[in-house]
């Protein structure tokens, strides 16, 4: 949108005559078949979950009101360019991201790699707990009360901090351990002991269609991470269907679409402000008729009204059970890193609401912190299926518990 501003004036408080209006939007319409194709200067995730607060707020407007047919009439108004060409540059930025991820990476260790990633947090919290350990003489009371301090300050939190300092206190007593340097080992063994090593995978090899079900709330990376695992799944020769589910939020379904044509998956969409149950079926539908491996379900993320937010999921869910009757299903629930615990607290809201199988936590690559991922793992006794360290689809990776402990601690 700040690149029409630039060149057509959109936004300014001077009243245009007609004659210029028609003049700027026969300017629009030719350079919109140029721009489209355009690759447009590189973007961060940030850049573009900052943009999305606006386009949202105008969806939420529009949401019961303006159907696809009213939105094409009312192309005259500068505001309606102005959130169209916005849409289109959120899907240019995709583009821009996937066409960048095309390119195969240099080969290295998936740990070499995952330590690179993880630079922040190895040189932000959990460097400074190294150095904590060599500074003292004495294994003391003051040393275990300190610790605890650092501890609340990653975004473990209160209650889990608590556990892990426990747990090491009474380790190192089982150890005979005397020298406070010899208890930063200690310390990883405990906090790997905190993560859940069982069911990290997704459950998606049984015969037929295999479903899961992606919940989070609106700028996690929710939309970004189901085109990563749809693109992960074609990969392995899966055919994977994709359902647009979340209907509210302007930008969500081009997007979506847009990182499912990259992906080499199917899109099952309808138009914005349309029921998601009615998604979810024709998703489900669409899946078991075309012989689909996996159905993968998008889902809105507005968490202001809990209750309404609630009815939604549970409707969902019932949908999704009658297909599956019995059958075993993912609902995942997508998590912020950087968001520490406000992160925990959307992940309990959730789990009130859906049966939870599973964690994705995105942006861990850019927060000195990361104890979420400890807080999240214990306290709602659930595996961790992936963690996103960077743009790439390669960047989503499957968490490995061992993995992630000798990445962050020096």
């Known amino acids: 949108m700040g690149i029409l501003k630039k060149i057509f004036g959109f936004g300014k408080k001077k009243e245009k005559t007609p004659e210029e209006i028609e003049k700027e939007k026969a300017i629009y319409e030719e350079k919109e078949a140029e721009e489209v194709k355009k690759v447009i200067e590189e973007v961060t995730e940030d850049e573009f979950i900052g943009e999305k607060k606006e386009t949202e707020e105008k ?3 529009s949401e019961n009101e303006i159907s696809e047919e009213t939105a094409v009439e009312k192309e005259e108004k500068p505001e309606f360019e102005e959130e169209k060409a916005e849409v289109k540059n959120e899907i240019k930025e ?9 390119v195969a990476p240099k080969k290295k260790g998936f740990f070499t ?4 990633k993880l630079t922040k947090s190895r040189e932000g919290f959990f460097g400074k707990v190294k150095g904590f350990f060599l500074g003292r003489s004495v294994i003391d009371d003051e040393m275990y009360e300190d ?3 650092m501890l609340i300050q990653s975004d473990i939190g209160m209650d889990m901090t608590l556990k892990i300092v426990g747990a090491l206190e009474k380790e190192v007593r089982s150890r005979g351990i005397k020298d406070p340097k010899e208890v930063y080992e200690v310390l990883k063994d405990v906090m790997e002991n905190f993560l859940i090593e069982e069911d990290n995978e997704l459950k998606i090899d049984k015969p037929g269609l ?18 990563k695992i749809a693109s992960k799944l074609t990969k392995e020769g899966k055919k994977v269907i994709v359902g647009a589910g979340d209907t509210f939020r302007a930008a969500a379904i081009e997007q979506l679409e847009e990182w ?3 992906a080499g998956a199917e899109i099952i969409k309808h138009q914005q402000g349309t029921d998601p149950g009615a998604v979810v079926f024709d998703t489900l539908k669409a899946a ?7 159905a993968i379900i998008d889902t809105a993320g507005r968490l202001h009204n809990k209750n309404n937010l609630m009815k939604e999921l549970e409707k969902i869910n019932r949908i999704i059970e009658k297909h599956v009757g019995d059958n075993f299903y993912e609902s995942i629930l997508v998590i912020d890193g950087t968001t520490g615990q406000n992160g925990l607290n959307q992940a309990k809201v959730f789990n009130e609401v859906t049966k939870l199988t599973g964690f994705i936590v995105t942006k ?13 793992s214990e306290e709602l006794k659930k595996p961790i299926k992936f963690i996103g360290v960077g743009e790439g689809i390669e960047d989503l990776r499957p968490f490995n518990p061992k993995e992630y402990i000798d990445a962050i601690f020096e």
């Not at 995709?94 to 095309?102: D, L």
């Not at 790699?113 to 690179?116: V, W």
């Not at 078991?288 to 996996?294: G, K, L, T």
């Open 113 to 116: 790699s995952l330590k690179e």
């Open 94 to 102: 995709v583009e821009k991201i996937e066409t960048k991820e095309i």
């Open 147 to 149: 610790l605890e301090e």
């Open 288 to 294: 078991e008729n075309r012989n689909a491996d996996v």
């Open 59 to 61: 969806s939420e407007e």
């Open 364 to 376: 861990l690559d850019g927060t000195a912190k990361g104890g979420i991922v400890f807080a999240i």
């Open 210 to 227: 295999n479903v899961i079900l992606v919940v989070g709330v609106n700028g996690v990376g929710k939309t970004t991470t189901i085109g």
């Open 260 to 262: 499912t044509k990259r």
